[in-house]
Each structure stands twice: as structure tokens, then as C-alpha cells.
């Protein structure tokens, strides 16, 4: 019994004096965070800058929750952010903290601050959704249909959005996979990652019917849209998503330019979309989708391309004319399609990709 | 047969030290140990916090636990000290001494639920220490830790401009090998001192 009153006892004064403590001790006062130099914001200080945006309704990426471990939340920091933390050093590298780079999750907010944001990323904003259809592609990659409440959305065709993943603090980048012109409803392909957080989330949990929380969008993987360069899309798993958002829009333009989409996959179950795709290209003569599997299974009985996706891009993009890149998928499946685009003349400023 | 505190001191951070050769605290000895500097803060900190620690456990266990016989409560008053003194410093560093923060402020929070500092406390009731062998014994065990941690972080940096480390092991695993190495190396100390 008196065990009882004694360890309560200890816990009460240890509470009290937290409570004391935060009470007296963590007090910032009123600060402000002022962006691009025109829009401020003020608020009790003591959070972090992050935490603050989002509060604002801004919405930059970030995966981690504010833990110092994915590293997208960068920023510039102007003034008032204080030195460098030793948890920042891993992900900014020189140059980039003599420019002011900082990550906004471990920018302690304590007086007024000064940082900017470039434009493009303050488009992005909190959209509300219900899961309308979530089926399986293949035995590991799953679609979404998500139908967006009271809003819509614009991006460009190849951007990204981040899904958060409910219970947590934490969101997944998933780039979206349906036309940017349909501005109500977004189309995501995850795919079944061991160990991951959100795509064992997607595939054991969510169901119809589900409201789920995104933001968006983001990134600078996107067409370009001024450009007349034919297009070499080379892609593998997911890496579907953004180039499928990018053959919707050419076909909605009549698909203007010519496109080579190279599909890496290991064997015929991973292949998906097809039909899809072959009705696309008999539709336009300008597009040409090549599916390459790596390891084909003998019950596949396969009779297209048999390689690794990049080895197979080399023999068909022998042609002098000038053109554009999008890579999505896997590093060291980008890393080769790198060497093999600049073997073929195609000019480092037109690759663009987007590595997962 | 009683040691004397300045022996444990060194034995603690020599021939017992508290992470080559208990194994203890080997979440952040892998994940801090990736730069020099990171390393040194963390190690700072956990000096600070385990003596601290051990220190306040060892009154509240002397002059509280025992006479009201509730020693079996310790672990739990142990764990509770343990994460309101690192949240009540941390709140006093940040507001009194800013400079120290970017240094060794923000390891504080890592430190709250960190084994080592919870087996100084243990261990100080399982040996029977008194007070002033509490305080050399935690104090040394810090060091202990600070150094191995160290002596890693060196060891991954120096790995990272010259080694070509093979991509399986990369990360934990050559960390894992270079602490059991320095732990053999360790083991050349055993002759120095003995506690136990």
C-alpha cells in the first residue's frame, strides 16, 4: 500500500515540475514568419517552421513528419533560423547551406523569420478524398480512384501529390497516373513494398468508401509542354504513373509529338495497362509502347523484347532527331538509361527524371 | 571488498565499457555515429544525462524506495526520472544556454528511452554502490560511451573516403563489424582493473 503513495507521489512531483517547467521556461512570445518578402504570418512561437506552414496552409514536402530523416522538407531560411543543426548536415551539402537551405522541420521557431519558398511549390495545397474503386493491377500493384471533395485540383502531367497515411504524421509521395484534365478525380499506382508504411496501408486497409488526406502537388517531373522534341519515356513498376498522366494529355492534344515508352519488367505478370496502351498506339502512329521483360517465365510464352528495359531503348532510338527524356522508376535503372540516352546524343538539360 | 570510485571510474570506460562490452545503447551508437561531429554530441550528452541520471535514481532509490520498501517499483520510478529529467534539461538548455542547443540540445530528445542510461541505474542497485561509486560509475560509463561512439564515427568516416565498402554490408552492418572489433580491442584492457 504505501508502495502505492510513494511511486504516486514521485510521478505527481515529477509532473508538477514538467508542468512548472513548460509553464515558465518555454516561452517564446509572439513571432513571425514572414514569405517571399510579402505574406506574414505570426503565431506563439516554439513550434517548428513546418508545423507552422502546414498550419498556414502551405504545404511543402516532406515524408518523415518533422524526424529529420527523408530530408524533402528543404527550404530558405533569410533570417532568424539560427545555425545549422548537426541533424541538417546529412542531407544539405555545401552549397546549399551557403545559400541558407534549412530543413523546415528542424527550424525551431523562437523569433521573427524570414525564408522563401519558390512558386512552384506554393500551388500545392490540403485536398480531402474519398476512395471511389481500389483494385489490383497485377499481383502487387494496386490503383486508387480518389474523388476529391469541394475542390479541384490542377497539376502538370508527371507531378506528384503526397498521400498522408492516417494514424500518423507521415505522408508517401505516389505520382498521379490520370489525365490532369479530369481536375475531380486523381488516380494513384502503389505497389506492395515490404516493410512500407503506406503501401501496406493501401493494400491491406483502405477500402471504397475511405476519406484520406493529400497535398499537392509537387515536384518538377512534369511534360514540357513548349517543347516539339520527340519523347523517350522509359519506365518500370510504378514508374507507370506519371508517364500514363503524360500519354493521357498528348492524347488529348491528338499526340502531337512522337513518343517511345519503354516498359521494364521481370516477367509477364508485371505488365499491366497493355491493352490500354496497344489501343493507344493503334490509334496514333506517332506513339510506340515497348514492354521488355528481364526474366520472362517459359509459361509466359513471350515474344516480345527479352533485356533489360535501357539495353532494349538503345536499339530503337538510333535516329538523329533531337529529343526529350522521362525516366521514372527504380535508381539504377535511371543511372543506366542515363548513360544510355547521353551515349545517344540526347542533351543532359532534356532528360528528366524521377527516382524512387 | 569496497572499490574504490576512482576505479570503477576507469574501469568504466576501459574494461567495462558500457557499450563495447555490454552491447548496451546500440541503437544510437549505429545511427549517430554516421559523422564526427553528430558523434561527439551525442556522446556529450549522454555523459551529462547518465550522471545525472544515476545521481537523482540514487537519492530517490536510497532516501525514498528503500525505507518505504518499494524497491520493486524501481524500474518503473527509474524509466519516468529518466524521461522528465531529459525533457525538464532540455527545456532549460534551450531557454538559458542557446548555443549549447544546436550542439547537444537537440540529442537530448534520443537520449529519453535510451537503454544505457537505464542500465547505469540498474546496475548501480544490482552492485551495491554508494553514492560517490554511483557517481564515478555513471560518469565513467558516459565517457565510455562517448568514446566508443567516437572512435566509430572516425573509423566510418575515414571508411567512407577510402574504404569501398561491399553494398550488403553498407550502413549497419559494417558498423556492427567495427564495433565487435573495437570490442576485441577493447578486451586488451581486461587486465587493467577488475569490478566484478
Known amino acids: 500500500m504505501i508502495t502505492f503513495f510513494v511511486v504516486n507521489g514521485i510521478l505527481l512531483v515529477i509532473s508538477l515540475l514538467l508542468l512548472l517547467a513548460e509553464r515558465f521556461l518555454v516561452t517564446y512570445g509572439e513571432c513571425s514568419i514572414t514569405l517571399n518578402g510579402d505574406k506574414t504570418f505570426s503565431m506563439l512561437g516554439g513550434d517548428n517552421l513546418l508545423n507552422y506552414l502546414n498550419q498556414h496552409k502551405i504545404f511543402i514536402p516532406s515524408a518523415c513528419g518533422g524526424k529529420a530523416t527523408c530530408g524533402f522538407c528543404k527550404l530558405k531560411v533569410l533570417s532568424g533560423g539560427g545555425d545549422i543543426l548537426p541533424t541538417e548536415e546529412v542531407y544539405i551539402d555545401k552549397k546549399e547551406r551557403e545559400e541558407g537551405l534549412r530543413l523546415a522541420c528542424q527550424v525551431k521557431v523562437k523569433k521573427d523569420v524570414e525564408i522563401y519558398i519558390p512558386e512552384y511549390l506554393l500551388g500545392a495545397e490540403e485536398f480531402e478524398a474519398d476512395v471511389s474503386h481500389i483494385t489490383y493491377l497485377t499481383h502487387d500493384i494496386k490503383i486508387v480512384h480518389l474523388a476529391i471533395l469541394n475542390k479541384t485540383i490542377n497539376f502538370k502531367p508527371g507531378q506528384y501529390i503526397q498521400f498522408k497515411i492516417p494514424g500518423t504524421d507521415e505522408y508517401r509521395a505516389y505520382s498521379v497516373a490520370s489525365s490532369p484534365s479530369d481536375k475531380s478525380t486523381l488516380e494513384l499506382l502503389i505497389r506492395l513494398v515490404p516493410g512500407g508504411l503506406c503501401s501496406a496501408y493501401v493494400h491491406k486497409v483502405l477500402m471504397k468508401g475511405d476519406r484520406v488526406v493529400f497535398t499537392g502537388p509537387f515536384g518538377d517531373f512534369y511534360l514540357r509542354e513548349e517543347s516539339e522534341n520527340d519523347i523517350i519515356a522509359i519506365g518500370g513498376g510504378c514508374g507507370m504513373a506519371p508517364i500514363r498522366s503524360i500519354l493521357y494529355f498528348l492524347r488529348e492534344k491528338g499526340m502531337p509529338r512522337r513518343v517511345f515508352y519503354f516498359f521494364g519488367a521481370r516477367t509477364k505478370k508485371d505488365l499491366f495497362f497493355t491493352k490500354e496502351l496497344r489501343e493507344l498506339e493503334a490509334k496514333f502512329a506517332n506513339f510506340k509502347y515497348i514492354p521488355a521483360l528481364s526474366e520472362p517465365e517459359p509459361g509466359d510464352k513471350w515474344e516480345g523484347e527479352v533485356g533489360f528495359v535501357t539495353q532494349i531503348a538503345e536499339k530503337y532510338i538510333g535516329d538523329k532527331r533531337p529529343k526529350e527524356a522521362y525516366l521514372c522508376g527504380p535508381p539504377p535503372m535511371i543511372d543506366a538509361a542515363m548513360k544510355v540516352l547521353t551515349r545517344e546524343g540526347v542533351k543532359p538539360e532534356n532528360i528528366f527524371y524521377d527516382k524512387f | ?196
Open chain 2, 1 to 196: 571488498m569496497e572499490l574504490h570510485p576512482f576505479v570503477i571510474f576507469i574501469a568504466a570506460i576501459f574494461t567495462h565499457n558500457i557499450a563495447l562490452s555490454y552491447l548496451l545503447g546500440m541503437c544510437p551508437l549505429l545511427a549517430m555515429s554516421r559523422h564526427s561531429n553528430t558523434a561527439q554530441g551525442m556522446g556529450i550528452a549522454v555523459i551529462f544525462v547518465m550522471t545525472l541520471t544515476a545521481v537523482i535514481n540514487w537519492l530517490l532509490y536510497h532516501f525514498i524506495l528503500i525505507p518505504t520498501g518499494s524497491q520493486i517499483m524501481a524500474y518503473l520510478v527509474f524509466i519516468i526520472v529518466i524521461a522528465s529529467v531529459v525533457q525538464l534539461l532540455e527545456m532549460i538548455i534551450e531557454k538559458f544556454f542557446p548555443r549549447l542547443q544546436s550542439s547537444f540540445g537537440i540529442f537530448l530528445p534520443l537520449i529519453t528511452v535510451n537503454c544505457t542510461i537505464l542500465a547505469i541505474s540498474l546496475f548501480m542497485v544490482l552492485r551495491t554502490y554508494s553514492f560517490w561509486q554511483t557517481v564515478f560509475f555513471a560518469f565513467g560509463s558516459g565517457i565510455g560511451w562517448a568514446v566508443a561512439i567516437t572512435i566509430i564515427a572516425a573509423i566510418r568516416e575515414k571508411l567512407r573516403m577510402i574504404g569501398d565498402v561491399p553494398n550488403g554490408l553498407k550502413g549497419a552492418g559494417i558498423t556492427m563489424v567495427i564495433a565487435g572489433i573495437l570490442s576485441l580491442a577493447f578486451m586488451g584492457f581486461s587486465g587493467m582493473v577488475s569490478v566484478q
